[in-house]
């Protein structure tokens, strides 16, 4: 809708996610100039609200950012006390002992948190500085001036379901800034449009994912240990996938239950959320959640390439911040650190760019120092350790990388140099003919609960009179292609029950989206083959409204 007349505001930096990339990247522009403009626009109903992680965290990006956290309230009220690893098969487990594994692995120091709730408290420092913060704002469309990103356009409401505005529409904002920083997370909208019209990802490998889809229980008091953390690999996957789950005891009795599953499967027949359901009927997990209830449920892609992976972060006027870039230190199973210290880095350039008169320009010093300072050091070490697991497995994941990780930590070098990824996770997905279906028990309603049931737990919410934000480059290819080649997994691999194939007697199948559904986490963008579904946002405010996730 290039015709539509909008209001515009000018301000220094325009920041697009409210997640802790971008808030850092707010707090500290404000902390080195109080005067620069600076603007956050957030998506969600509420910061926090599509905030979504394990989390176990690394306070090092805190430390950085806001070294007097602890004075002033920050929610990391619970340290790691005991950390544990198990390898599981069906009915048992094998311990894995602390003392082999490298020190980056060790969780001492480190605090179980929402990460929702830590948003919403740097939310609170960021406006105590005078950070404009704008939530139910989705950012719809970039605005380019000649070759640069001039700002983006938020807060567009009011499209009817084809796509024509309504009686209630309102155009939205254009928000122009001498920079724009993408922190949207994995797979965001704006930032693919960025890596694909600069070409930033031609000297990387490609960018590889993991669905990670977590609950929140309140367990039995006699069976809570607060601080006690967990990960196990293993059974239920096996050999069909890689991934393995997280349990972490958090404050007042609550427990997070997590479990990811890495996207470069091939099996077409996979079905993650019933593999995590399956998983709570190991014995370990049963008996733990028995006699507790579920509270939360939510799912969202996790980056894994890491370093190899990362693309070129900036182009004229923009930088990609965080999950937009993939920070995630896989086998630590940790991002948010590394998103909080871009965020820092990020803002540094901005200023000192702001500061000599210049704008609208590459911020190669914000890419410089996320290579080469504190957040490529911590994913060089690691960076073939997912390679390693896709190409040879688990068992090879374990011993050649842990060896690599004491190499990388002893000498700073790597025997294996630097391990490519190869195909996408699209690419890697077989053809249903060459794999066997896979037969999940029917959920019991008390430990593993249907989909649907579930989403309901994520308390999404999508005005139905709009156009769906999951669109389809063509209409066909699910029916045509997807169907007899790979039995259609997005009824599937998609969490939260959005897709379906509807089969009435006499008609050809359809194929079926329910948007309303979405709990945006990205894995159709992600793991269709045929790279068809495009995921894109839908108007402010909805979607999940996670609580302390």
Same mark, same amino acid.
């Given at each position: 809708m290039s015709?539509?007349?909008r209001e515009?505001?000018d301000y220094?930096?325009?920041?697009?996610g +409210?997640?802790p990339?971008?808030?850092s990247?707010a707090?500290?522009?404000k902390?080195?100039d109080?005067?620069?403009?600076?603007?956050?626009?957030?998506k969600g109903?509420?910061?926090? $609200?599509?905030i979504?992680?394990g989390?176990v965290?690394?306070?090092?990006?805190?430390? $950085?950012l806001?070294?007097?956290w602890?004075d002033k309230g920050?929610?990391? %009220?619970?340290?790691v006390?005991?950390?544990n690893?198990?390898?599981l098969?069906?009915?048992?487990?094998?311990?894995v002992?602390?003392?082999?594994m490298?020190?980056?692995?060790n969780?001492?120091g480190?605090?179980?948190?929402s990460m929702?709730n830590?948003?919403r408290?740097?939310?609170?420092? +960021?406006?105590?500085l005078?950070?404009e913060?704008f939530?139910g704002?989705?950012c719809?469309?970039?605005?380019?001036?000649?070759?640069?990103?001039?700002g983006v356009?938020?807060?567009?409401?009011g499209k009817?379901?084809?796509g024509?505005p309504?009686?209630s529409y309102?155009?939205g904002?254009?928000? %122009?800034?001498?920079?724009?920083?993408l922190?949207?997370?994995?797979?965001?909208?704006l930032s693919?449009e960025?890596?694909?019209?600069?070409?930033?990802?031609?000297?990387?490998?490609?960018?590889k994912f993991?669905l990670?889809m977590?609950?929140?229980?309140?367990i039995?008091p006699a069976?809570h240990?607060?601080?006690t953390v967990?990960?196990t690999?293993?059974w239920p996957l096996?050999s069909?996938?890689?991934?393995?789950?997280?349990?972490?005891?958090?404050?007042n009795?609550q427990v997070?239950?997590?479990?990811v599953?890495?996207?470069?499967y091939?099996?077409?027949?996979?079905?993650?959320?019933?593999e995590?359901?399956r998983f709570?009927?190991?014995?370990?997990?049963?008996?733990?959640?028995?006699?507790g209830?579920?509270?939360?449920?939510?799912?969202? $892609?996790i980056s894994e390439?890491?370093?190899?992976s990362?693309p070129?972060?900036?182009?004229?006027?923009?930088?990609?911040?965080g999950?937009?870039v993939?920070m995630?230190?896989?086998?630590?199973?940790?991002?948010?650190h590394?998103?909080?210290?871009?965020?820092?880095?990020a803002a540094? +350039?901005a200023?000192?760019?702001?500061?000599?008169g210049?704008?609208?320009?590459?911020?190669? +010093?914000y890419?410089?120092?996320v290579?080469d300072?504190?957040?490529? $050091?911590?994913?060089?070490?690691?960076r073939?350790?997912?390679?390693?697991?896709?190409k040879?497995g688990?068992?090879a994941?374990l /011993?050649?990388?842990g060896?690599?990780?004491? /190499?990388?930590?002893?000498?700073g070098?790597?025997?294996?140099g630097?391990?490519?990824h190869?195909?996408?996770?699209?690419?890697?997905?077989?053809?249903?003919?060459?794999?066997?279906?896979?037969?999940?028990?029917?959920?019991?309603?008390?430990?593993?609960?249907d989909?649907l049931t %579930?989403?309901?737990f994520s308390? /999404?919410?999508h005005?139905?009179?709009?156009?769906?934000?999951?669109k389809?480059?063509?209409?066909?290819?699910?029916?045509a292609?997807n169907?007899p080649e790979?039995?259609?997994p997005?009824?599937?691999?998609?969490?939260?029950?959005?897709y379906?194939v509807?089969?009435?007697e006499?008609?050809?199948?359809?194929?079926v989206?329910n948007?309303? %559904?979405?709990?945006?986490?990205?894995?159709c963008?992600?793991k269709?083959?045929s790279?068809?579904?495009?995921?894109?946002v839908?108007?402010?405010?909805?979607?999940?409204?996670y609580?302390?996730?």
């Amino acid at each position: 809708m290039s015709d539509v007349e909008r209001e515009a505001m000018d301000y220094d930096v325009v920041i697009v996610g +409210a997640g802790p990339a971008g808030l850092s990247a707010a707090i500290r522009l404000k902390q080195l100039d109080d005067s620069l403009e600076v603007v956050v626009l957030e998506k969600g109903s509420e910061v926090g $609200a599509h905030i979504l992680s394990g989390a176990v965290l690394d306070p090092v990006g805190l430390d $950085a950012l806001i070294p007097d956290w602890k004075d002033k309230g920050a929610p990391l %009220n619970v340290p790691v006390r005991e950390d544990n690893f198990y390898l599981l098969g069906e009915a048992g487990k094998l311990r894995v002992p602390n003392w082999p594994m490298p020190p980056l692995m060790n969780n001492h120091g480190n605090y179980i948190v929402s990460m929702g709730n830590v948003c919403r408290w740097m939310a609170e420092q +960021a406006e105590a500085l005078g950070v404009e913060i704008f939530p139910g704002m989705s950012c719809s469309e970039i605005i380019y001036d000649g070759d640069r990103v001039k700002g983006v356009v938020a807060g567009e409401f009011g499209k009817t379901a084809d796509g024509t505005p309504g009686d209630s529409y309102e155009p939205g904002m254009v928000l %122009n800034g001498k920079y724009v920083f993408l922190s949207e997370g994995v797979r965001g909208s704006l930032s693919k449009e960025v890596i694909r019209k600069y070409d930033l990802s031609k000297d990387s490998e490609p960018q590889k994912f993991g669905l990670g889809m977590k609950e929140i229980w309140e367990i039995d008091p006699a069976k809570h240990r607060e601080g006690t953390v967990t990960h196990t690999m293993g059974w239920p996957l096996g050999s069909n996938a890689g991934g393995g789950s997280f349990i972490y005891h958090l404050e007042n009795n609550q427990v997070y239950v997590g479990f990811v599953v890495h996207l470069n499967y091939q099996n077409p027949h996979l079905y993650p959320y019933m593999e995590f359901q399956r998983f709570k009927h190991h014995p370990i997990v049963a008996e733990l959640l028995e006699g507790g209830k579920r509270v939360a449920y939510g799912a969202r $892609a996790i980056s894994e390439g890491g370093y190899q992976s990362m693309p070129k972060m900036v182009a004229p006027g923009v930088a990609l911040l965080g999950c937009s870039v993939g920070m995630v230190n896989v086998p630590r199973i940790k991002g948010n650190h590394n998103a909080m210290l871009s965020g820092k880095a990020a803002a540094e +350039a901005a200023h000192a760019a702001i500061k000599a008169g210049r704008e609208g320009d590459e911020l190669s +010093a914000y890419e410089d120092e996320v290579r080469d300072g504190a957040i490529g $050091a911590d994913l060089r070490k690691v960076r073939n350790i997912k390679p390693l697991w896709s190409k040879w497995g688990l068992t090879a994941s374990l /011993t050649l990388g842990g060896f690599d990780m004491w /190499t990388n930590n002893l000498f700073g070098v790597s025997l294996f140099g630097t391990i490519a990824h190869g195909k996408n996770d699209a690419d890697a997905t077989g053809k249903a003919e060459d794999f066997e279906p896979i037969d999940y028990p029917k959920p019991d309603g008390k430990l593993s609960f249907d989909r649907l049931t %579930n989403v309901s737990f994520s308390f /999404t919410n999508h005005e139905e009179d709009q156009p769906a934000h999951l669109k389809l480059e063509d209409p066909e290819v699910p029916i045509a292609v997807n169907l007899p080649e790979y039995a259609e997994p997005a009824q599937r691999y998609c969490p939260a029950g959005v897709y379906e194939v509807v089969r009435e007697e006499g008609k050809e199948p359809r194929f079926v989206i329910n948007f309303q %559904n979405c709990v945006h986490c990205k894995t159709c963008d992600i793991k269709d083959p045929s790279q068809n579904i495009v995921w894109t946002v839908p108007q402010g405010g909805d979607g999940p409204n996670y609580p302390n996730m």
